[in-house]
């Protein structure tokens, strides 16, 4: 590697970041612009060895730069730096309700990703330190019978606690952290390919793909539907199995059903009490026009809810080898 001083800044950072650790160097990425992390992590990647003598030496030029920053006031200095960043009348008072710093700029539903385990009353205090945008993707990308008890108790919440909100802080960072920096992330497969199908929103159009992945490959095509549940697949569920899943998500059925294919509207029709399926006729027979989204969204939490119900072995369904 050449000496120090004819190394660029990506270099230093990817110096930097093997000589303090995996722990602090994904906290180094973590604030970094993405094009940024793609050059930091292209040069790990082409890196050779590093003598202790030059990892030494960044160490030495970062602790200058730290010093040299330090001489100003915390309060001086951030007030400079947002300033510099987003103007003369910008200032620290539109900026003292940051509680969690760790989620700033996190998309909602990375954030609703990495606190799928925590308890409403956190994810309540989460969703308050959220910006607007963030807060309502946040709320859209959690389990629909939660979201009410959330906002209930996110409208409660009183002074925060200061020093819990530090400590939920550093764990939202390594779980965001975690999760934006994975090594054992892969680009692709059989998973990815399922999930970007199962998000096109068109059944027509996934099974027209899926059926060309057959013609070539029968034993991947196989592969990505063991990975792969749609909305159509739904006319697989056991008899017993779609009056369970109906009486879950009944309201959303009318709309549902829009367009829906015969062969799956059917086999709901069926498997539905006599005063239920009167009920859904009648509601599909009134129904005014509705659009393309708000159908894509109710059979999308219609699966939603199915997918959880299947793995808590609440309904089965049909292992046909024909993918209807």
Known sequence: MPAIKALDRYQKIAILILALGEQEGAQILANLGEQEVIRVVAVLKNMAAVSKEQADEVLKEFKSIILNKSSASPQNFAENMLKKRFGAQEGLQDYNEIFLPAIQGVSGQLLARVTLAEKPQVLAVIAS????????????????KLRTEI?????KLKAPDMEALAELNQQLEKLINKEQISPSRHLGGTEKAAKLLAALGNDTM???ILNEITMRD???????KDQMFTFDDLSRLEAASVMVLFLKTQNLWPLALIEASPTLTQHILQGISQGARKNLQEEIADRPKKRRSEVEEARRKILEIAKELIKEGKITVKNDEEYV
């Open 129 to 144: 330190c959220c910006e607007d945008k963030q807060g309502a993707e946040f709320i859209k990308s959690i389990s629909e």
């Open 151 to 155: 906002i209930i108790k996110m409208a």
């Open 206 to 208: 996934a099974q027209n």
């Open 218 to 224: 029968t034993n991947l095509a196989n592969k990505i």
